[in-house]
């Protein structure tokens, strides 16, 4: 499960950079 919730705030981080971008 942690590891999931991991990657899913992995994506939302990378989402966030494009936005930024």
Do not use: D, K, P, R
């Not at 499960?1 to 971008?21: K, P, R």
Request: aromatic share 24%.
């Amino acid at each position: 499960m942690a590891s999931h919730q991991g990657h899913v705030y992995t994506q939302y981080f990378l989402l966030q950079c494009w936005h930024w971008i």
